[in-house]
């Protein structure tokens, strides 16, 4: 019988002991006060929060958050985690939509508290004399496998926030493939904490740091910020496993001594939330020849990823935009058309996804659950959104988000594409493709932004130059007719290229 995912950390807590489960700024936190601190916080809700209603920890990634998480996971209450990088209406709407029973404050709340209306808090001091209290006497209860584990709330990227609510068994199920041999993950392993605890894809870190014995390096986002630390101390990190986005992969490339020769024992990049280019795969196997790269695919929806392949150097200079790779075990991809039929192979159409990875649907949002979570083959399933295809191998291929498709002069045209067939240029480090809108609201015509590959170049001269470069290998009203240069793109709290804020200011 498959153990439990509470189970299983207990477990991790109690045979790991004096190991380093935990650095934050220089401090280590050991298995055996990870444990002691869990067990007294689990205490500290069994008695004063004896229901299961959630609660939301505001923070950064300061060791308080694992520790109240776990907390409220042993108690069979879901956590709401929530980045100190949020805005306030942000913060409001999450408050609005779950409605959470209590919340702990173990960053400073950057605004006024009535925000936070008439809720019991609990700042990090208060947290402190709970962590002092005697020796915990607390024992785990049996938790529903369907019990929410936590409630992540999206990004927000097309409209507010929403609620997913992921299961115990949705979450032990990710974890058995991410564990498995498909991504050998090493045990006792030193995995990079940048991720926000509020992107699901820090699950991919901290939970299996945990399960493996491992070590998780906590970044603060002020440490991210400032490049020329973050560059001196990553080597210093000894770092084994490399959780994150594209996006802070690319960024960190941008120090030499991010390579293997200064990183030695580095040897397995997982990434994860954005689009993984050719160009950044590249790169990457070049500075990490001896490391396995793994792109992975899948939305908050479908418990943090769905699909994986594993970055080929041999393949990677044959094809314009990468593989998603093959489903997890117990999980079906579709690719189907408007009637919700699958088409067949080569053909595009939108991802569907089924399984028991799948969430229940939107927290107290029945309206928006009902339009993209169904029934399918008696498994629950989600409409993603992404439009992709399968290939003769059977692997699953990115095309775009449907929402970042548009009509310009009569074509049908996808952000995305445009922006994987740009990178094909050696001219071009990054690039995004923006539509700049008229007055009656309707594209007129498509902008490219570009970081160049040579910053020092002269604009006009290296538009003329790009697009000579990129004659035949882009349909021609799929070619930007206007370019923006910039030194580097927004990201989201979430490390993702903030594409919503680049529409935002071309538009202005």
């Known amino acids: 019988m498959t153990k439990t995912l509470v189970t299983k950390l207990i477990n991790a807590l109690q045979i790991n002991d004096q190991n380093i489960v935990y650095t934050e700024q220089q401090k280590n936190h050991t298995y055996h006060e990870l444990k002691a601190k869990v067990f007294r916080f689990a205490d500290f809700l069994t008695t004063n929060y004896p229901n299961s209603r959630p609660i939301l920890v505001f923070g950064d990634h300061q060791f308080e958050m694992i520790v109240t998480f776990l907390g409220c996971v042993l108690t ?24 959470p029973q209590a919340i702990l404050l173990i960053s400073d709340f950057p605004f006024t508290q009535t925000y936070l209306g008439n809720r019991p808090l609990i700042n990090r001091q208060q947290l402190q004399q709970i962590f002092q209290q005697p020796e915990s006497t607390f024992q785990p209860k049996r938790i529903a496998e369907q019990t929410p584990f936590y409630i992540l709330f999206t990004s ?9 609510p992921i299961s115990h068994a949705n979450l032990n199920l990710f974890l058995e493939w991410l564990l498995s041999p498909t991504f050998s ?28 014995g491992g070590t998780i390096k906590a970044l603060f986002h002020q440490e991210v910020e400032n490049f020329a630390s973050l560059f001196q101390r990553l080597p210093q990190l000894d770092l084994d496993v490399f959780v994150g986005t594209p996006s802070l992969a690319e960024m960190l490339l941008l120090s030499q001594d991010f390579c293997q020769a200064k990183m030695p024992h580095l040897k397995l990049f997982l990434l994860c939330g954005e689009e993984l280019t050719v160009k950044l795969a590249t790169k990457l196997t070049k500075r990490f020849p001896q490391s396995r790269i793994f792109n992975t695919y899948g939305p908050t929806e479908a418990t943090v990823a769905v699909s994986a392949w594993q970055v080929q150097p041999e393949k990677i200079s044959t094809v314009k935009r990468l593989p998603l790779g093959t489903a997890e075990p117990q999980v079906k991809l579709l690719v189907c058309d408007d009637h919700q039929l699958p088409v067949p192979t080569g053909q595009p ?56 498709q548009i009509k310009l002069h009569g074509f049908r045209i996808e952000l995305d594409e445009v922006r994987a067939a740009l990178e094909q240029s050696s001219l071009i480090k990054q690039a995004v493709a923006i539509p700049k809108y008229g007055s009656d609201r309707r594209p007129s015509h498509l902008v490219g932004l570009i970081i160049p590959t040579d910053s020092t170049a002269d604009h006009q001269s290296l538009i003329k130059q790009i697009r000579q470069d990129l004659a035949g290998k882009i349909m021609p009203y799929m070619l930007p007719s206007q370019f923006i240069f910039q030194r580097s793109f927004p990201l989201s709290p979430n490390g993702k290229i903030d594409v919503k804020r680049l529409i935002k200011e071309v538009n202005s």
Not at 188 to 195: C, I, M, R, S
Request: proline share 8%.
């Open 156 to 164: 927000g990227t097309t409209g507010s926030p929403k609620g997913v």
């Open 76 to 99: 069979g209450h879901p956590y709401i985690p929530v980045d100190s990088a949020s805005g306030i209406e942000r913060i409001k709407s999450i408050l609005t939509t779950a409605d």
């Open 349 to 404: 159409g939108e991802i569907i996804i089924s399984g028991p990875c799948v969430s229940a649907g939107y927290l107290n949002n029945p309206q928006k659950t009902k339009a993209a979570f169904f029934t399918l083959n008696d498994q629950p399933a989600y409409h993603t959104g992404d439009l992709g295809y399968f290939d003769q191998a059977g692997l699953l291929n990115y095309l775009g988000r449907k929402d970042f």
């Open 185 to 212: 993950i090493p045990e006792k392993a030193n995995f990079l904490g940048q991720v926000p605890y509020s992107f699901d894809v820090s699950n991919m870190y901290w939970l299996p740091a945990i399960l493996r």
